[in-house]
């Protein structure tokens, strides 16, 4: 016979909820009656509202098409002078700028184009969609661009250019994110 102190045996902290309640003391549930006490509400789930987006762009995206334009724009300047991606990061609020090849630009210039609804393939994965992209495809491509950077998914992708992708991602889905690429002066 097992003790109490059997290592092996399983430790019962509280006894088992069918001990405490008799029987009769059970809640029942009458047919075409919902219950009152709480956690046990049937019915429909209630469906969250979705976030806030800019009308005419895809779900989530936080901002506005003249930005977004904007951010194109300053994107291929910066990739098709053939200079490096100039990057403000900042640290503690001190602001400074960092340089980044050139595919960098590219995929952030793919996202803005993305987003505005002229490419029709996302920038990593390829895949068409219908425009607006909801949330979710929007979300898919900037897990695709961590898939790269990490090296699980997408060995054919610029690690350089997956950046991109993913920090324009997050600009345009977050209003607290820094510019990806500066304004041109």
């Known amino acids: 016979m097992a003790s109490n102190s059997d290592p092996w045996r399983p ?19 009458l047919p075409g009656v919902t219950p009152s ?10 469906i969250p509202a979705p976030a806030p ?13 003249a930005e977004l334009e904007a951010l194109r724009d300053d994107a291929a ?4 002078a053939g200079e490096h991606a100039r990057v403000q990061l900042d640290e503690d609020e001190d ?23 002229q490419l029709q393939n996302a920038p990593i994965s390829g895949e068409t969609h219908d425009y607006p992209y909801t949330p979710l495809q929007v979300g898919d491509e900037k ?3 961590r898939d790269c950077l990490e090296g699980n998914d997408w060995p054919d992708v610029d690690r350089d250019y997956a950046l991109g992708v993913r920090d324009a991602v997050r600009w345009a889905s977050f209003d607290w994110k820094s510019r990806p690429v500066p304004a041109a002066a």
Not at 11 to 29: E, S
Not at 53 to 65: A, E, K, N, Q, W
């Open 143 to 145: 897990t695709h661009a």
């Open 77 to 80: 300047r910066q990739f098709h």
């Open 53 to 65: 987006s800019t009308p005419g762009l895809p779900g989530g995206v936080r901002r506005t098409r």
């Open 11 to 29: 430790r019962r902290l509280h006894p088992p909820i069918d001990d405490l309640l008799p029987p009769a003391g059970k809640p029942g549930i």
């Open 95 to 117: 602001e400074y700028d960092v340089r980044r090849p050139a595919p960098f630009a590219q995929g952030v210039w793919a996202v803005a184009a993305w987003l505005l609804g």
């Open 37 to 46: 006490w709480p956690g046990h509400e049937y019915g429909p789930t209630p």
